[in-house]
């Protein structure tokens, strides 16, 4: 077959009608992650940076640091042993001291009898500074009979999470991704500014849920970087992608450490935000998302960049293709309606899919923002915490990464469920007092939790066709920051009545997602459906056959064929099998 080489200018010669377009078959052809993918995936990443951020510093922002009242004007924090305390109030003749309290005081009598009575803390509370210099906990004395407003923040930034995922998918599916991001950022950036101005808690509040609602910038970077790269590049680039997060986890500690104070932390953090204003208009519109919304010449202005700059030669039947895009959008899609929820719960497949998906995300998303954002209700040091928790998923991704693509999006996130389980079963069982391997097994069921979670985020957009793939994604990231919203308020319950109760219920959760990700269709190396038909038709096949995994040395695409009961790869399709049959499904 003839080939051509596209020059810099793009000029291509027409030649015929092609009857449809194979985007991922397209990718194939320029390159599945070449340069024009490689150096926006970089752009991307900072997106996954930019939500670890706001994460841990909402951790910051939320954590209360050891305290206890104030028996005195100017009193300096002095650690809370009972020696130091007995020395410094030696209210007692006979050995008997009273020591000082989170929520109350002791009050000296007049004379020497060593009387004292118990007040509340009228004077306020004493803060160690040894780590934070100034918390809004402790500027605003979010403490005692506060302690509802503490965990409110922390709330209400989380529920600010779901609202906001849902009008972003929502938004993005109607208007595209890159208006959506860039207007996000901005109110990102001017939520935090708010924030770091203000002196009433009710208004930091406010601020605190429009940075929640800005929290799935995330996701929209995750979908571009599905439709972005080839299948067989799709779940590596799809769980390092998320590596972003550990990033800013590892990070933050440091960073926190020199800028101790949380109103400068916050406006340099926003410093950092403004820079993703810089790039984000040079990030192209989503090529999926054009074409299904008929507009064909825009999506063939961008494929015949990505082709230029990936030095690409095409044989003459995918110019022709390229050159007529806009013939056949204008002609398929020549009034591309907007897709709705309810579009996504007409099909009884496609509603069984999204519901057990948004199951999947809120039990996910509930585990791992619990283990992110609750550094404190371990013991030991909070930043030391973080750093842990963030290092164990550099690992645990990157692992993962190098697998995902050998052993399958379900036993990959089955791994990553089992991990977590087993190890936030064996925290609830340790007695208290041993902090250590407290935190130590924590960090193990985080490696665990980031395996799961990260999967199940690329399962999900490897599921949805593109007309409700930024919707669908959203409507799952919802329920998904519902369940994290209700981790505040767990370990809360746990404080108060028995510290276990938030590891058992995570670790049940997982047990019922383990069950249920096992009826979902395999998506390892299938192509994206590009439309609504299309993911219905696959669900159809996927729910009776049997999946085998491509395990030849070259791995190219795994192609579905017209049988409904095997897989077989593009090697062995070459070679003539016959997947009806042969080989032998597992």
């Not at 002095?78 to 020591?99: A, E, G, K, M, W």
């Not at 849920?209 to 680039?237: A, D, H, M, Q």
């Not at 999006?409 to 087993?422: I, Q």
Request: with cysteine.
């Amino acid at each position: 077959m003839e080939h051509f080489k596209i020059e810099s200018d793009g000029d291509v010669k027409e030649y015929g009608r092609p009857t449809s377009f194979d985007i991922d078959g397209y990718l194939k052809s320029i390159g599945e992650f070449g340069s024009y993918q490689r150096r926006f995936f970089v752009l991307l990443v900072f997106l996954s940076i930019i939500d670890g951020f706001i994460v841990v510093f909402t951790v910051i922002t939320s954590t209360a640091p050891d305290h206890y009242c104030r028996s005195f004007q100017n009193e300096t924090y002095v650690p809370r042993t009972q020696t130091s305390l007995c020395d410094s109030f030696p209210i007692s003749s006979n050995s008997t001291c009273y020591t000082a309290d989170r929520c109350l005081r002791v009050v000296l009598s007049n004379g020497s009898d060593g009387n004292a009575t118990i007040a509340e803390c009228d004077l306020g509370w004493v803060y160690d500074q040894s780590i934070y210099h100034s918390t809004p906990v402790a500027e605003w004395d979010l403490v005692c009979d506060k302690l509802w407003q503490r965990q409110l923040s922390k709330t209400v930034h989380m529920l600010g999470r779901p609202i906001g995922a849902l009008l972003i998918g929502v938004s993005a599916n109607r208007f595209g991704s890159k208006p959506v991001l860039f207007i996000n950022t901005l109110i990102l950036v001017g939520a935090g500014l708010l924030a770091a101005t203000v002196n009433s808690f009710p208004v930091f509040a406010v601020s605190q849920f429009f940075t929640g609602c800005t929290g799935s910038l995330v996701n929209i970077g995750l979908i571009y970087v599905t439709e972005l790269v080839g299948p067989s590049k799709r779940g590596t680039l799809g769980l390092l992608y998320y590596l972003g997060y550990p990033i800013a986890a590892m990070i933050m500690p440091s960073i926190a450490s020199f800028v101790k104070d949380w109103r400068k932390l916050d406006i340099f953090l926003c410093i950092i935000f403004s820079f993703a204003l810089s790039y984000l208009w040079i990030i192209p519109e989503s090529v999926r998302w054009l074409l299904a919304h008929g507009r064909g010449e825009e999506a063939k202005r961008i494929l015949l960049h990505a082709a230029v700059v990936n030095k690409a030669t095409l044989s003459v039947d995918k110019l022709d293709e390229v050159n007529h895009l806009t013939t056949i959008t204008n002609s398929e899609v020549s009034s591309p309606r907007p897709y709705g929820l309810m579009d996504m719960m007409r099909n009884p497949l496609m509603r069984k899919t999204v519901l057990n998906m948004c199951f999947q995300w809120s039990v996910t998303y509930a585990v791992y923002i619990g283990l992110s954002t609750n550094t404190d209700f371990l013991a030991g040091h909070d930043l030391l915490n973080m750093f842990l928790t963030g290092l164990a998923e550099v690992p645990a991704l990157t692992l993962t990464a190098l697998f995902v693509d050998r052993i399958g999006r379900k036993l990959a996130s089955l791994c990553g469920y089992t991990v977590a389980g087993v190890a936030l079963a064996l925290v609830s069982m340790i007695p208290q007092g041993n902090d250590a391997v407290v935190v130590g097994i924590a960090v193990i069921g985080k490696f665990g939790i980031s395996v799961g979670f990260a999967v199940v985020c690329l399962y999900t957009t490897e599921l949805l066709p593109t007309p409700i793939r930024q919707i669908g994604v959203g409507l799952c990231s919802s329920f998904g920051r519902i369940g994290a919203a209700m981790t505040p308020m767990l370990f809360t319950l746990g404080e108060l009545y028995w510290w276990p109760i938030p590891y058992v219920l995570f670790s049940s959760g997982l047990c019922c997602g383990a069950l249920f990700i096992r009826t979902l269709p395999e998506t390892t190396g299938v192509d994206l459906p590009q439309t609504m038909e299309d993911a219905e038709e696959f669900l159809r096949k996927g729910s009776k056959r049997c999946i085998l995994l491509c395990r030849d040395s070259s791995y190219q695409q795994c192609e579905l064929d017209n049988s409904p009961s095997h897989f077989i790869s593009a090697s062995q399709r070459d070679a003539g099998v016959d997947a009806k049959n042969g080989p032998t499904p597992v």
